[in-house]
């Protein structure tokens, strides 16, 4: 029978870590003792990345493009940004394009709150 090796880690609750240990070691990359210093940088990347997202997200109060005014959003701020530059032929086609962009966002809003406008009346009509 083949057994797929485990890491021996074990967490303060006493449950195994289950990933997958290096090739010529007991540990996976992340409870490997030589590997802590590049773990833990990595880490610290993931920290400064999440903060320097935070802060660039409250700055343009921008959440995500998960939603159509998280992507509205976007496309104002690129709007902006364009409209701030100096006349040219490329901005002017810079500008065109979001123009579409938008369009097409505003479309897909209208057809969103109608469907949620549709939905509720089935709701009501049952
Ligand atoms: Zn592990």
């Known amino acids: 029978m083949v057994t797929s090796r485990q ?6 609750n006493g ?19 030589e590997h802590i210093r ?6 610290r990347l993931g920290g400064l990345r999440r903060k320097r997202e ?22 104002e701020v690129a709007v902006l940004d364009t409209l ?7 901005r002017n086609r810079t500008l065109a394009y979001l123009v ?9 809003g209208d057809i969103e709150a109608r469907i949620a406008a549709l939905e509720e009346l089935a709701k009501v009509k049952k």
């Open 38 to 43: 590049e773990v833990q940088e990595a880490r």
């Open 54 to 75: 935070s802060t660039i997200s409250s700055a343009y109060q921008f959440d995500s493009l998960t939603s159509v005014e998280g992507i509205r959003r976007i496309v």
């Open 100 to 108: 579409q962009v938008a369009l097409h966002t505003l479309e897909v």
């Open 15 to 33: 449950e195994p870590c289950r990933a997958p240990p290096l090739r010529d070691g007991e540990f996976c990359r992340m409870h490997s003792p």
């Open 84 to 90: 701030a530059m100096e006349n040219s032929l490329s």
């Open 7 to 12: 890491c021996i880690f074990r967490f303060a």
